[in-house]
């Protein structure tokens, strides 16, 4: 049974930073692509960042180039996202995936496989 399990959310003060992690088990980690999703209050899930299986490919919506960092440790499972400088608009649940395909340019969650439970991230004096 896979899983994907989501922690390092919370409520920070706009310019914060946090640190997102999903730990996966039950699939063959370092042959899927993987990436972070959010949704927002009656907003569609959008896709923040992804990363291929080696790590060499990595994709950011504009709305977190230079702000978010995706990386992965394959030898933990895990996939994680370092978020600096923190906006209300980021505000959301988020959510880790495994994905079919990614590009540079492309990261949708409409090609995933496997969804985690999500962390709520809030930004907000």
């Known amino acids: 049974q896979v899983q994907l399990v989501e922690s390092g959310g919370g409520l920070v003060q706009p310019g914060g930073s946090l640190r997102l992690s999903c730990t996966a088990s039950?699939?063959?980690?370092?042959?899927?692509?993987l990436g972070w999703f959010r949704q927002a209050p009656g907003k569609e899930r959008e896709g923040v960042s992804c990363?291929?299986?080696?790590?060499?490919?990595?994709y950011y919506a504009d709305s977190v180039k230079g702000r978010f960092t995706i990386s992965r440790d394959n030898a933990k499972h895990t996939l994680y996202l370092q978020m600096n400088n923190l906006k209300p608009e980021d505000t959301a649940m988020y959510f880790c995936?495994?994905?079919?395909?990614?590009?540079?340019?492309?990261?949708?969650?409409?090609?995933?496989?496997?969804w985690g439970q999500g962390t709520q991230v809030t930004v907000s004096s």
């Open positions: 039950g699939l063959t980690f370092n042959a899927y692509n």
């Open positions: 990363i291929g299986w080696s790590g060499a490919t990595t």
């Open positions: 995936a495994a994905v079919r395909s990614i590009s540079s340019n492309y990261c949708s969650p409409l090609s995933t496989d496997y």
